[in-house]
């Protein structure tokens, strides 16, 4: 599991970053890739890196301004044109739909997959099957604006194969049924249960991605225990009341958020076009003093997101 960087910045376009887009690609887990806002550009960026349209499967707005979703017909269209046929589902606030399809109509686009669209009204899981949840909650942005929560299933716990050999258990097919938890019949007449042979299972992967948005409880509640944050970071703490005032949030902040809530990694993001250099690595040392293992990401970074080695 991994996130790809595709976009940084805060409203509009840089030279030296690109409006918000973020990738999570779970290649190895479930070989597809889910998109997290989709800015101006974002089908550009994506030609820098060794990520295939075709395999975005899902895609979370987390609200309409235009830097977080005029990259979407474009990229739609060309995921289209680029042996895309899967369809594909894009979540987020009431509103998506329109804006996508009055896009692709007035274009004259026709696309070669269907698009379901799950425009969120009620905050709580969204999307869950046997692997990973993802649920959401409204933040405090100038529109209706949502964060994510993506939690990965736990990991069963490897089958102890000394403890097999131990007791002249030969590998083979048996040893598949042994990790299933079967209660296995073996051929000299002993009867074991595989659930005795299964080493203790470890707790999946968190990942919060929050959009835009002033401190509030949500943040809290969506980045508890998170193995990494992805929290928005608009301003330095010296201009708070800018933040405030136009529905952001600080380094501070940020690092407040993570702090308090249990947080492996902050990643921050989405900023101001205002910091340059030695500014913005600036911007990590503030956040750093209150919470160490914070990163200011650019365009193009990928973090690597590990299993984590405690159990559950």
């Not at 942005?141 to 007791?167: M, N, P, S, T, W």
């Not at 933040?243 to 809530?261: C, F, G, R, W």
Request: charged content about 25%.
């Amino acid at each position: 599991m991994e996130l790809e960087f595709l976009g940084t910045g805060a409203g509009v376009p840089s030279k030296q970053r690109n409006v918000t887009s973020i990738a999570l690609k779970m290649l190895d887990e479930r070989n597809e890739v889910w998109l997290f806002d989709c800015g101006e550009g974002t089908q550009q960026q994506i030609l820098n890196t060794a990520i295939r349209p075709r395999k975005i499967e899902k895609i979370f707005i987390t609200h309409l301004h235009g830097d977080h979703i005029f990259g979407l017909p474009g990229l739609i269209s060309s995921r289209s044109f680029q042996g895309g046929d899967t369809p594909l589902e894009i979540y987020g606030p009431k509103g998506i739909k329109q804006y996508v399809l009055t896009s692709l109509k007035l274009s004259d686009t026709h696309l070669k997959y269907p698009i379901k669209f799950i425009e969120i009204e009620t905050t709580g899981v969204i999307f869950t099957d046997k692997k990973i949840k993802v649920t959401c909650e409204e933040l405090d942005h100038r529109i209706k604006c949502f964060g994510y929560r993506i939690e990965e299933a736990d990991f069963q716990g490897e089958l102890q194969v000394e403890k097999l050999k131990a007791l002249n258990i030969p590998s083979g097919p048996i040893y598949k049924r042994i990790k299933d938890g079967e209660i296995v019949t073996l051929a000299d007449g002993r009867i074991i249960d595989g659930r005795d042979f299964i080493g203790e299972a470890k707790k999946g992967r968190t990942v919060t991605i929050l959009g835009d948005t002033r401190l509030t409880k949500n943040c809290y509640k969506l980045a508890q225990n998170a193995d990494v944050l992805v929290h928005e970071s608009t301003f330095n703490q010296n201009e708070a009341k800018l933040a405030k005032s136009y529905y952001h949030s600080t380094t501070a902040q940020a690092a407040q958020v993570a702090k308090e809530s249990g947080v492996q990694m902050l990643l921050l993001t989405h900023i101001s076009s205002r910091y340059l250099g030695k500014a913005v690595y600036e911007l990590q040392q503030e956040a750093q003093q209150i919470f160490k293992q914070t990163k200011v990401v650019k365009d193009f970074d990928i973090i690597t997101i590990p299993i984590p080695t405690n159990k559950k």
